[in-house]
């Protein structure tokens, strides 16, 4: 600092004093402002054997079921007309608790398609209270499994409009108590199960169908995923994330092959559609919970190209194992007859 002053040549004392002030108060902004931008787009800090359990549940779940009637076309085909949120509101912040907001999403449209309710469910409601219910810490990683595995406990779900039912969770704090969240009214649960999805495997084409299959069900697919470095995250989140248009499509196959390292990383979001009008321009339609990126994604979408390497593989060095980084999954939820906001 005192180097850059001294080559100003015709500083005081006093000139020297505010320059110095003016230099750490920028540096300390500086500080804030890396340190929001890092932090702004949470994902599940994950450690290895945590990933394994995951792998391992997923592979030992039931297969989602295919409708053999159903056709999966070539051509454009969304469901987010199921889904009732507001762009800027569906942001999970500096919370690590994405899979509730993929999960709870395929669920809302679960209750829009079988009983024309279109409804914002609760994301706070299980955050408040997974802890609670199921020993997982506010804010922590989990998967669908763990969320049917919340709701089969609970046995309702509860909407948004509830009193402190809303997202307050985005700093992390954590400071909505379970006990506080109102539960009345709610949408009662008989069950709920997680599936997987078989895309691994299985050929680009079989898995390209089989999750399309499912989308014509009229159901959502939850996709969790993996990076395996700080570099990557940085690639998916500043430069694809936050300053390319919902137009530009994402592949994450740069990272197959790579070994996954501390800093890398889970996130969870929502495939809603698709369109492969274009046979060069192929894609899923993702809703991601983070927000709008301060305007550049307008409906918190972003397009994942189509032709991916569903097989694509992170190597774990701590197991010697490799772990698949592509997770397509399902949730199917059956309702109580009583399925109106009860009392």
Known sequence: MDRWIIACGSLGKDDVKMVRIILVLNAAWLLTVSAAVAGEYAIMKVDTDTLLEWQARY????????DEALDTPQGSFSILNHVNYIPVEYNQGNCGNCWQWAGTTTLAVALHVSHNVFERLSVQHVNSCVDSVLGINCCAGASVWDLADFYNSVGFLVPWSNINAQFEDADAACDVSCGSIGTFPHYPVLAMSAYR????????????NNIKNVLHQNRAVVLGFGLPDTASWDNFKVTFWSNQPETTLWNSDS???STYTTTGGWHAVTCVGYNDNNPSNRYWIMLNSWGTADGMRPNSLYRLDMDLNYDCQLWDPVNSVWVYNLSFEAMSVTFSSNYCPCP
Request: hydrophobic share 25%; with cysteine; glycine share 18%.
């Open 59 to 66: 592979d030992q779940g039931p297969e989602v079921h295919y």
């Open 197 to 208: 999805i078989t895309t691994r495997g299985v050929g680009q084409t079989v898995a390209i």
């Open 255 to 257: 990272s197959c092959g």
